[in-house]
């Protein structure tokens, strides 16, 4: 069965701090995907990335980079320098290979204070 | 390109009623998928339509339903409305399998 956990239910950081959200998975297939999202208040989810199973070359985009690790079973997520913009929901899901459906996590409540 | 929109934002019904949520997926995509969104479940997956077809469905009751149009407009009903059943449901539209899908703002049911 697939599964992600997000174990950080809420983080808390001033602005300017790096912080890493934490997300790992269990997966019976050897191709999968993986996504982060992200919910602000607003509500609607904007997708960030996505990462096969077979590339496990990190991801830097501006401010954000992510770490997949395929060894451990995690897709961590680290955002440089916070801003009080990226106060939101974060979300990590896996996809099977042959399927649109997604698993995702629980979240992660991330606060940027000013 | 436009976005995934879904009608209505907000909807209060009460128990016993039943509802129909729409969404218009992103131009050219043929997959939509429903996810429901409660504070205690999370973002829990009802089913996803490819080419008018259930292609995949989630643990959710018989009460659940859903539709695709030939234009890949989706529809999703719920039948017999349960206090259980207040949340947010969004909708994705995707271009293919697993590729990354691009959600809609949402329709939050409230049911009294």
């Known amino acids: 069965a697939q599964k992600v956990t997000q174990a950080q239910t809420e983080i808390s950081v001033v602005e300017k701090e790096d912080v890493t959200l934490d997300c790992v998975y269990e997966?019976?297939?050897?191709?999968?995907?993986l996504f982060w999202y992200k919910q602000p208040p607003s509500g609607e989810l904007v997708f960030l990335i996505r990462r096969n199973s077979f590339d496990e070359q990190n991801e830097i985009s501006g401010r954000y980079s992510w770490n997949f690790q395929k060894s451990t079973s995690s897709f961590n997520f680290t955002i440089t320098a916070s801003q009080v913009v990226d106060s939101a929901v974060y979300f990590c899901?896996?996809?099977?290979?042959?399927?649109?459906?997604?698993?995702f996590g629980t979240g992660t409540s991330l606060t940027v204070i000013p | 390109k436009a976005g995934v929109t879904q009608t209505p934002r907000y909807l209060i019904k009460t128990r016993g009623q039943q509802v129909t949520l729409s969404c218009s997926p992103i131009s050219g995509h043929r997959s939509v998928s429903w996810y429901q969104q409660t504070p205690g479940q999370g973002l829990q997956f009802l089913f996803e339509?490819?080419?008018?077809?259930?292609?995949n469905k989630g643990n959710f009751p018989g009460r659940f339903s859903g539709r695709q149009f030939s234009n890949s407009r989706s529809e999703m009903n719920v039948s017999t409305l349960e206090l259980g059943d207040s949340a947010l449901y969004l909708c994705a539209s995707s271009a293919g399998l697993a590729n990354e899908q691009f959600f809609g703002p949402g329709t939050r049911l409230t049911v009294l």
């Open positions: 339509y490819f080419s008018e077809t259930q292609r």
């Open positions: 899901a896996l996809s099977e290979a042959l399927k649109n459906q997604f698993y």
């Open positions: 997966t019976r297939d050897t191709t999968y995907y």
